[in-house]
């Protein structure tokens, strides 16, 4: 991108994420933006930071790590990992990422249990619902897998259930991913309830081509990468 254009996009960004938020009721200090940097190099990331944007999200652990050392200099960076992680990699979270977006099996649950107590480092994490079903996503399927993983969070000293993740099928409508990030909210609402969870309060729902619906439907993070570093090139 251009020098200056990640800062712009970043004013765009946040603008529209006001604007979308006060026409939902809403603060927007209460819409958190996760600057989604997967492929693109540290030097944009660094763009961002000059902007006062200070979170980021990864999808692959091994990106992730080369970017964080690239910027071990930077003080006060949040990384988040929001792609499949796979238990084989788990040991290289604490420490590092402070929020994980896709938790959806036992398995991986008690391997980063055991992994954040070796390191004494607490995460937080969000259970990944795939509510459209695509066997291209990882994710749970339905309330009864979100409740056994839940139960299996009472059980953990090191981790942090905080909420709910999910992307929606990308070729669905408005009214389609609106119902589904609005089914994201009850679930979200019923652990709250069910569980006595007052700090499972947040939605990581919306990217660049549905933020402004996720939050309308009440998302607490949304996860942006081309509107603020530009589109990624094709895969070979």
Do not use: Y
């Not at 499972?200 to 570093?229: H, K, N, P, Q």
Request: glycine share 6%; net charge negative; proline share 5%.
């Amino acid at each position: 991108m251009p020098e200056s254009s990640v800062a712009e996009a970043l004013a765009t960004i946040q603008d529209r994420i006001a604007e979308t938020a006060r026409k939902s009721g809403r603060d927007a200090a209460a819409v958190r933006l996760i600057a989604i940097s997967k492929t693109k190099p540290p030097e944009l990331l660094r763009e961002a930071v000059v902007a006062e944007q200070l979170v980021f999200g990864e999808n692959r652990v091994q990106e992730a790590l080369e970017k964080m050392e690239a910027l071990a200099d930077v003080p006060n960076l949040e990384w988040h990992l929001v792609g499949h992680l796979q238990k084989n990699k788990a040991k290289f979270c604490p420490g590092r990422f402070h929020w994980l977006h896709s938790v959806e099996s036992a398995e991986l649950v008690t391997r980063l249990e055991t992994c954040c107590a070796e390191a004494e480092w607490p995460m937080q994490v969000l259970l990944q619902v795939n509510l459209s079903h695509e066997d291209s996503k990882s994710g749970l399927h339905n309330w009864s897998g979100i409740q056994r993983l839940t139960e299996q969070f009472l059980t953990c000293k090191w981790l942090q259930l905080r909420g709910l993740m999910t992307i929606p099928a990308p070729e669905l409508g408005e009214l389609e991913t609106r119902r589904l990030f609005a089914k994201l909210r009850g679930w979200r609402d019923q652990l709250q309830q069910e569980f006595n969870a007052p700090d499972c309060t947040e939605l990581s729902m919306g990217m660049t081509a549905d933020f402004e619906w996720a939050i309308l439907e009440g998302a607490t993070m949304v996860r942006i990468g081309s509107a603020v570093f530009g589109a990624r090139p094709d895969p070979a």
